[in-house]
């Protein structure tokens, strides 16, 4: 069995992180991507990526993570697309409306702006892009639509809405991926998601450290929690944690050309 956490952030575990792997090696997540959230961790994605061979990496700024010195980010953004071993991905980038802080107006046309120079950043490098959405699910696929990426190299991490929504998704071409939410006895919506998609795009996460899945929701999260959310998924599908890694591990491949 081989299961990939496609969307983590191991930065965030330190001198941990060969304990980490080695626990995630004994789970069978075999490899693992390290998501960019701003410019500050992606010299350590690239890193980690160079050492371990079954880490690989993205770079993005966070809708989050915006501040003046944006432009400046994009530019080394953009210096990563060439550099060895190269990001699989262009993310996280997207809208986040979730708790803004000063002119709201400025601050979602800003997000905006920055999200669509990185949706053309992944155009030109011919890079998939996982997307962060939170409150915010309209404008990051009007924001998709008017960049004119193509919808098959996009995923929405950590997707958290309901059946209509990924059908939306789905319809265009795009995928939403799952993480420990799904495990959570409050994210019915969530995983009617997951059934409307199906297995035929599935693709399972972490996004570690955050949102462990039962039955670990005390501790902190890891790449080998992918294992929990597999077998969860495997549970709703109705087939076998067998099958479900090995689609599951497919689609990862596919769509991030691992
Ligand atoms: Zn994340």
New binding site residues.
Partial sequence: MQLIDT?C?PDYFGDQLPAVLQRASEAFVTEMIA?G?NPDDWPIHLKDATTYSNLHYTVGIHPTNIDQTWERGLEILETYCTKTPKPVAIG?IGLDYHEITGDTTVIIALQKEVFRQQLLIAKRHNLPVVV?SRNAFEDCITVIEQAKVDWQKIVV??FSEGPEAIRRLNDRGARGSFTGIITYKSAENVRQALLAQGIERLMLET?SPYLAPVPYRSKQNEPAYVRAIASFSANLLRISEEELSNVTTRNARAFFHL
Avoid: M, P, S, Y
Wanted: with cysteine.
């Fill in positions: 969307h952030h998501c959230t996280e962060h991490h950590c996004d």
